[in-house]
């Protein structure tokens, strides 16, 4: 796979696709970031854009991990302290997951959006942006109904990380983009070239495949879930036999996240697929690429049933060299 693939491979949207080739054909000493709020356990939403990390580190980029205290409090997430604490969780559980220790640099928000020139430079992007902007941008963001003062701070503070950061790639799931759309009109007015960014897809809850994947509310799996919780998890899962699911009855979309976590999390990690049947029932089948699974469960010839033991099998490889690492 060239690097421009390896880069973009499993992205939903590039940002643009001329601003990464350009940085694809000379990764040396260039800087990625991802940030994420301290709030609850790693779970495999987050883990979709660590993949993503781990694939940049490969390609030659510097990876940077900005755990985002400041952000997480002005967006309602717990006291400083509570944060703090979930943030230093946090960061053992990426390392336990995979990303190299030696090759990524953690930062904590707090290191330095507090410095005098990072609230300067806030407060000039403040001037150039709109309420109803920035209201806009926390539309998949914020939590709770309405949109506070503190919430209408959050987008224009991340738009500034990627200049403090001294970034070259900003990456972030879905529902981050309008707040990177935000930062490539404002960053110009304060001297500033537009960062070049690329969004990660959203999985949907697991249960229904509705909406996205959260610890928050719905089922998601987490980095702290044994064997069992991942089995029960996923044998409950909502898996129809297609990649493409009806709305709901209220005009709710729906994915297969059962497809999804195969397409975004097993492939991306393993050369090959299979999938234990007994010899009554067809035997094994072998999977080189996420598309021939899929057409096989939309066929028929995988049923969902045996889809799920598989993904149970390969999710817990995954996670449990992390769970290990934490409970010691
Ligand atoms: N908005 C992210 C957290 C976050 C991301 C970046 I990239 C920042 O520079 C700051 C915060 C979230 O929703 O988790």
Do not use: W
């Not at 880069?7 to 694809?24: G, M, P």
């Not at 781990?54 to 309602?76: K, M, P, R, S, T």
């Not at 953690?106 to 001037?127: K, P, R, T, W």
């Amino acid at each position: 796979m060239d690097a421009y693939d390896l880069i973009t491979r499993n992205a939903s949207e590039v940002v643009t696709e001329d601003e990464v080739r350009a940085l694809a054909d000379d990764p040396e000493g260039k800087r990625a970031y991802v940030g994420y709020e301290p709030s609850g356990v790693l779970h495999i939403g987050h883990m979709l854009t660590a993949n993503k990390l781990i694939d940049l580190q490969e390609a030659g980029f510097e990876v940077v991990v900005l755990l985002a205290d400041v952000h997480a409090y002005l967006n309602g997430k717990g006291t400083f302290e509570e944060i703090r604490q979930t943030a230093e969780r946090m960061k053992e559980q990426f390392i336990a997951y995979g990303l190299d220790e030696s090759q990524t640099e953690f930062v904590l928000g707090s290191e330095y959006q507090l410095d005098e020139s990072y609230i300067l430079d806030l407060h000039a992007l403040e001037l150039e942006t709109t309420l109803s902007r920035a209201e806009r941008a926390m539309a998949e963001i914020k939590s709770g109904d309405s949109v506070t003062v503190a919430q209408a701070v959050y987008p224009i503070m991340q738009a500034l990380d990627i200049v403090y950061l001294d970034v070259d790639l900003a990456i972030g799931g879905m529902e981050q983009r309008k707040v990177h759309m935000l930062a490539r009109d404002t960053l110009p007015s304060i001297n500033e070239d537009s960062p070049t960014c690329m969004h990660t897809p959203l999985i949907a809850d697991l249960a229904t495949g509705i909406g996205k994947m959260s610890s928050s509310k719905g089922v998601t799996i987490s980095m702290e879930d044994t064997a069992e919780d991942i089995e029960d998890k996923v044998n409950d899962a909502y898996c129809p036999p297609t990649a493409d699911p009806e709305p709901t009855d209220d005009g709710d979309e729906r994915e297969n996240p059962v497809l999804q976590i195969f397409e975004y999390h097993v492939f991306p990690r393993f050369e090959q697929v299979v999938v234990e049947r007994p010899d009554e029932y067809g035997g094994n089948l072998e999977y080189d690429e996420y598309e021939s699974l899929e057409a096989d469960l939309e066929s028929g010839e995988l049923h969902p049933l045996d889809a799920k033991g598989a993904l149970t099998s390969y999710l817990d490889e995954l996670i449990a060299p992390g769970r290990e690492k934490i409970n010691g």
